[in-house]
């Protein structure tokens, strides 16, 4: 029990990390991500970087669970 949780502590700080990174380098401004603005409203949906993330995780998931 106690490996679970510093492992999914660990996790967390990775993910983080990996969110600090995405914003210094200003990978959210790729195309097909929509930013809609109007008024007082404002809606952000990041289609494209979806697409990427979930590949990223399914071939992570995929390793882990070969091993």
Do not use: C, D, E, H
């Not at 008024?39 to 979806?50: D, E, H, I, K, M």
Request: glycine letters at 8%; a positive charge.
């Amino acid at each position: 029990m106690g490996k679970q949780i510093i492992i999914i502590g660990l996790i967390i700080v990775l993910l983080g990390i990996i969110i600090l990174i995405f914003q210094k380098l200003n990978i959210t401004n790729i195309p097909g991500n929509f930013y809609f603005k109007k008024g007082n409203f404002s809606f952000y949906f990041p289609l494209t970087f979806s697409i990427i993330a979930s590949i990223i995780i399914s071939i992570i998931i995929y390793l882990i669970s070969k091993r």
